[in-house]
């Protein structure tokens, strides 16, 4: 579908970034050299970044040196594209630095200038230090270090650049084009919008929006830097492949009938459901309930693809202390890119790909992929306290656990980085908690909920893990059922002074209301048990601990509701209230 570059900068890979200047060692070389070697045989540009910028000297021979040893030994494992990365470092030189160079951002541009041309001037990609709005200083126009860098970079070379925040929930056409000015070259878009790295208690499987294919003739190119669960981006890059064919904005352009539904839809989510849909819509303009609705379709068959797992599942703790985690926009360990530089209309999609340690896999939109990934424990070198976002970043910020329920990584690494694990042990604990997994299945299926995976399962699925600035459309009527129920609880519960039930047709309101959100939780609890079934393991283990945390809560708010709905009630006291259900009698300490 237009497949077109791959950029690797996971800083798992600690010789990405933190130990910078040691070269690959045999094995090293051997997995990245098949990681090339697979993007070729696939058409897709391999990119190989370097983060200097945590303890370079920008002037000293030595380092430049250290530098171009590196980048030299990465080109001759086939590699044709490179990338010089500054993000998330302090902008201060040391007095070496400021010896010699008039600025932070002039030692920046002499450093990228130099390699670039000693490379022979491949295609390259530099990422400034201010790579959004809310970092430059004190503004983007006004930035001297932005407009250093658009004066002082040679032409060739791209920049990228996250949008208005490390995470942008919308990036217009009138920010890029001042953008532009600024930097003398269109932008090379950094996207975040499903990234979940700061975040693994969240995942985002909703569609690419908030970015009009109107920005496609003004940018260079973008990357999309998505959820670290490879198996579960399907849905964003599909999305993305989309949008980077269009030329209309779908949202914007649609029929006057159209918009009203949308309109409609819009109290509701900002995507809203994909069966409420415009029935017909223009091959060129993308809208991203049409485009999530193409995605779930083609995303469903892979689900009942055999494939194996490449790890073990882990079931979500509690959130006990804020652990060290990198900050946000750390990890781009998985990466899909798009880029306008090839023949064709539009900006080509690009799938994602994960890579650890330089072993990834290039998937496919569509049919099988040959190149399977080998999914290693993650191997974090570089850690420190995490950036908690402004209230206007996504919703919901909630710190990843530092361990999972099975065992703590940290405890497992030796002095070098490298982790104490044998074959047997992995293996082993990898058949307990798939048997764990299985016994989940057996005690839970014996209702009527196995079966095969609907359209509308993964629907409420993408719904439930929408995206970082709203929710899906049963996702929020989820919420906003239960908190109608909750707030109009007094329906059914006689207060102390009245004694008395709510008229009949108020009741049966909220008794409705109820109905229907047990039947959602019902069928959340049915999700879960039909993915723990599909043949394809490697998807089934990345989705389950999201799933399960998610069945497990859902199930918690339907007990309460239905809790709620046991009555009426018979006599009060000033410490206790009595229940009747159909069944019984329950007696509940309570304040009235």
Same mark, same amino acid.
């Given at each position: 579908m237009g497949i077109s570059s791959y950029l690797y900068a996971p800083k798992d890979d600690y010789k990405h970034r933190a130990f910078w200047r040691d070269l690959y060692s045999v094995e090293e070389a051997d997995q990245l050299t098949s990681l090339i070697a697979a993007a070729k045989a696939n058409n897709i540009t391999f990119y190989y970044a370097l983060s200097p910028g945590l303890d370079m000297t920008y002037s000293s021979a030595k380092e430049l040196t250290f530098l171009k040893r590196k980048l030299e030994q990465v080109a001759r494992f086939g590699c044709i594209a490179f990338a010089l990365l500054f993000d998330d470092i302090e902008p201060d030189m040391c007095e070496a630095d &400021?010896?010699?160079?008039? $600025?932070?951002?002039?030692?920046?541009?002499?450093?990228?200038?130099?390699?670039?041309?000693?490379?022979?001037?491949?295609?390259?990609?530099?990422?400034?230090?201010? *790579?959004?709005?809310?970092? !430059?200083?004190?503004a983007v126009q006004s930035s001297e270090y932005l407009n250093t860098i658009g004066t002082k970079l040679l032409p060739a070379v791209d920049i990228m650049w996250t949008g208005s925040r490390v995470i942008t929930k919308e990036i217009t056409l009138q920010s890029i084009k001042e953008l532009s000015g600024v930097l003398q070259r269109p932008p090379v878009i950094w996207d975040n919008i499903h990234a979940n790295d700061y975040d693994q208690k969240r995942l985002f499987l909703g569609p690419f929006t908030g970015r009009s294919p109107d920005l496609i003739p003004h940018l260079r190119g973008l990357f999309t830097n998505p959820n670290c669960e490879y198996e579960a981006n399907f849905v964003p890059i599909h999305t993305l492949a989309q949008w980077s064919r269009c030329s209309v904005d779908g949202k914007r352009d649609l029929t006057n009938d159209s918009v009203s539904s949308d309109i409609k839809l819009e109290t509701e989510s900002d995507s809203g459901s994909v069966?409420?849909?415009?029935?017909?819509?223009? $091959?060129?303009? *993308?809208?991203?309930?049409?485009?999530?609705?193409?995605?779930?379709? =083609?995303?469903?068959?892979?689900?009942?693809?055999?494939k194996s797992s490449h790890g073990k599942p882990v079931k979500p703790q509690l959130v006990q202390n804020s652990p060290l985690l990198p900050p946000v926009n750390t990890?781009? $360990?998985?990466?899909?890119?798009?880029?306008?530089?090839?023949?064709? !209309?539009?900006?080509? %999609?690009?799938?994602?790909?994960?890579?650890?340690?330089?072993?990834?896999v290039l998937p496919e939109v569509t049919g099988s992929s040959t190149f399977q990934p080998a999914m290693n424990p993650v191997m974090n070198s570089l850690v420190s306290e995490p950036e908690l976002p402004a209230s206007d970043e996504p919703m919901d910020y909630v710190p990843t656990p530092s361990t999972s329920p099975n065992d703590s990584l940290v405890d497992r690494l030796s002095a070098d980085g490298s982790e104490i694990v044998d074959n047997e042990e992995a293996a082993k604990v990898q058949s307990d908690d798939e048997n764990?997994?299985?016994?989940?299945? =057996?005690?839970?299926?014996?209702?009527?909920?196995?079966?095969?995976l609907t359209f509308a399962d993964v629907e409420l699925l993408v719904d439930l893990f929408y995206l970082p600035f709203e929710h899906g459309s049963q996702g929020l009527t989820?919420?906003? =059922?239960?908190?109608?129920? &909750?707030?109009?609880?007094?329906?059914?519960? %006689?207060?102390?002074?009245?004694?008395? +039930?709510?008229?009949?047709?108020e009741v049966q309101e909220w008794q409705d209301?109820?109905?229907?959100?047990?039947?959602? !939780?019902?069928?959340?609890? $049915? @999700?879960?048990?039909?993915? @723990?079934?599909?043949?394809?393991?490697? @998807?089934? @283990?990345?989705?389950? %601990?999201?799933?399960? =945390? +998610?069945k497990a809560i859902v199930g918690l708010l339907n007990s309460y509701v239905k809790w709620l709905g046991t009555f009426p009630l018979l006599s009060f006291s000033c410490s206790s209230a009595f229940f009747i259900s159909n069944n019984d009698c329950q007696r509940f300490s309570a304040h009235v």
């Open positions: &400021k010896e010699i160079f008039q $600025s932070f951002a002039h030692a920046q541009v002499s450093v990228t200038n130099e390699v670039y041309q000693h490379l022979g001037q491949p295609q390259f990609i530099f990422c400034p230090t201010e *790579y959004c709005a809310t970092r !430059a200083i004190p069966e409420d849909l415009p029935s017909q819509i223009n $091959s060129a303009s *993308y809208h991203p309930k049409m485009a999530l609705k193409a995605a779930i379709n =083609d995303w469903l068959p892979e689900f009942y693809r055999s990890c781009i $360990s998985i990466t899909a890119t798009t880029t306008t530089t090839t023949v064709g !209309a539009g900006i080509p %999609p690009i799938p994602a790909v994960a890579s650890i340690l330089g072993v990834g764990r997994m299985q016994t989940d299945t =057996d005690n839970e299926s014996k209702s009527n909920s196995k079966g095969m989820l919420l906003q =059922d239960f908190h109608w129920l &909750k707030n109009n609880s007094h329906l059914v519960i %006689p207060t102390k002074k009245s004694r008395t +039930m709510s008229p009949r047709i209301k109820a109905a229907k959100f047990d039947s959602m !939780a019902q069928a959340v609890q $049915s @999700l879960y048990i039909r993915i @723990l079934d599909i043949p394809n393991r490697s @998807l089934s @283990l990345e989705l389950y %601990p999201y799933v399960w =945390d +998610m």
